[in-house]
């Protein structure tokens, strides 16, 4: 098929330098512009931008609001903080979040605990997307996340998303990277609850530790069993660095759909509506 025109990336960063790193206006601007250039390379009409380093927020939402629309952001919350509901609420109210990034295995706790319960209220009664990594991280990713090097990756099942899903029906559930690792758990969590979804991005390095041998179409083929095209999003997990926006990524994962000879129009949901609806754009 042709490419699908305005994509939507719905996993990258920005990684704006915060005060603290000696960061300016100036440059927060100068690394937006260049940015908004790679997307338009890409073909990306829209892309989510995790806040995912701390003292990220504001930087994040500046180049949000700047970027006019370009960049969706997406704010990381710890539930187990003094004051996590509060504060998930001034980064939706105040600094315009779209969504928010839950690390269970980065910050000591389980999705059926009652800690979450408080910010998925929130999300539930705002139509805020939850994303929840699960999963594999590589050494590299902690580094560039600034997480300790011990991660409970017991915390990162998919599985224990399903309580949490009952409870918040109206909450959408976001699993990227199809699970990291937890491949058969991420199906399982999307065959239980209609309200979760998966994202396709990253480069699925994961595959490498499963028992079975995957191709990337093997993937995406038992995911459309499970979820249909109307609960995967595309994304790519780019950053500013070289090597910036991922096109790579999004040539492999259309020819993947390319040999299961996906239609058109289920791309099109796959790479550009799903998101579109979830993000309300």
């Known amino acids: 098929m042709g490419n699908v025109q305005g994509l ?16 300016s206006g100036a440059d927060l601007s100068q690394k937006l512009e260049a940015w908004k250039t790679e997307l338009d390379d890409g073909g990306v009409d829209h892309m989510v931008a995790l806040a995912s380093r701390p003292g990220e927020a504001a930087p994040v939402s500046a180049a949000a609001r700047e970027s006019e629309g370009r960049l969706i952001p997406f ?10 509901g509060p504060r998930a609420e001034e980064l939706i109210g105040r600094y315009n979040y779209r969504g ?13 605990g009652s ?32 997480l300790t090097p011990t991660l409970d990756i017991n915390l ?41 979804y998966v994202d396709t991005s990253s480069g699925n390095s994961w595959i490498r530790t499963q028992p079975s041998d995957l191709r990337l179409e093997d ?29 790579d990524l ?23 509506d799903n998101a579109r609806r979830l993000l309300t754009l």
């Open 75 to 84: 704010a990381y919350v710890d539930p187990t903080a003094c004051e996590s």
């Open 156 to 196: 990162g099942n998919p599985l224990s998303i399903l309580p949490a899903a009952v409870r918040h029906p109206k909450v959408s559930f976001v699993i990227p990277h199809f699970g990291a690792g937890f491949f058969r758990e991420t199906l399982m969590a999307g065959e239980m609850c209609e309200n979760v």
């Open 100 to 112: 928010l990034l839950l690390f269970p295995a980065a910050h000591g706790f389980s999705m059926d």
């Open 250 to 272: 999004l040539t492999l994962q259309r020819e993947a759909l390319g040999a299961l000879e996906v239609s058109a129009q289920d791309q099109m949901m796959i790479f550009r």
């Open 8 to 23: 939507i990336d719905f996993r990258g960063h920005f990684f704006g330098q915060t005060p603290a790193q000696g960061g």
């Open 115 to 146: 800690e979450v319960d408080g910010l998925l209220e929130i999300a539930s009664a705002t139509g805020t997307p939850v994303v929840v990594h699960c999963g594999l991280l590589a050494a590299s990713q902690r580094d560039e996340l600034a």
């Open 219 to 247: 993937v995406f083929e038992r995911t459309l069993s499970v979820f249909g095209p109307k609960r995967i999003l595309f994304g790519t997990d780019s950053q500013p660095s070289a090597p910036g926006w991922r096109r």
